[in-house]
């Protein structure tokens, strides 16, 4: 059974700093891993997705490297704003799920003191 | 183009009642997947349909929970005889064409049981 954990739960960090959230599943049998954003009380943006193929994307200030064999995954922001502060979600979508179903972490809940 | 929408962002019903949650996909998009968060919780998938039909439902509780996607008009989430464990927030998400494409996910509905 695949399962999807972050670490750490939460973060404080002051402005300007560089930070890394770590995303870690259990099954290396993954179709893409995506990061979502979330924001209090509303819904999810998509902000990157690795392919099973693709050791990194980028978008930004941020950066997602994906080591499928050891089954983790990086989300690096760089110059931390207040702005970025929200809860940062991994998901994966299994090769052998017939249906893309998305499994999720917990969440890292990020904030950044201006 | 418009999101996923869903409605109402807010329910709130006392313990028994029924809810109905509702989910317009993406235009043109003919998948539709639930997912509940629940309170300290990542999202966990619940249901994947496709038009007028049930997909995968591997994630819903096997009682009092059911959902439906028909050829005309938005996706239902139906949660008949709540109980204050079924308070969560309530996901949609739509796809195109399912398992391969990005899911696109919308505001969520925020359910209270009193």
């Known amino acids: 059974k695949q399962e999807v954990t972050q670490i750490p739960a939460a973060l404080s960090v002051p402005e300007g700093e560089n930070l890394v959230l770590n995303c870690s599943f259990t099954d290396s049998a993954i179709y893409n891993l995506q990061w979502f954003r979330q924001d209090p009380g509303k819904g999810l943006t998509s902000l990157l997705l690795i392919q099973s193929s693709q050791r990194e994307q980028t978008s930004g200030r941020l950066n997602a490297s994906l080591d499928k064999s050891s089954g983790r995954s990086t989300l690096y922001i760089a110059a931390s704003q207040p702005g970025d502060s929200a809860t940062y979600l991994c998901?994966?979508?299994?090769?052998?799920?017939?249906?893309?179903?998305?499994?999720f972490g917990q969440g890292t809940t990020l904030q950044v003191k201006p | 183009n418009a999101g996923v929408m869903q409605n109402p962002r807010h329910l709130v019903r006392r313990r028994g009642q029924e809810a109905r949650l509702r989910c317009s996909p993406v235009k043109g998009h003919s998948h539709v997947y639930w997912y509940r968060q629940l309170p300290e919780e990542g999202l966990k998938f619940m249901v994947y349909l496709q038009k007028e039909n049930i997909i995968d439902e591997s994630g819903m509780p096997k009682e009092r929970f059911s959902a439906e996607f028909p050829k005309e008009g938005p996706s239902i989430l139906r949660i008949q005889q709540v109980v204050r464990g079924d308070s969560a927030a309530y996901f949609c998400a739509s796809s195109p064409t399912g398992f391969t494409d990005t899911q696109y996910f919308g505001p969520g509905t925020r359910l209270t049981v009193l």
């Open positions: 998901a994966v979508k299994l090769s052998s799920s017939n249906t893309g179903k998305l499994i």
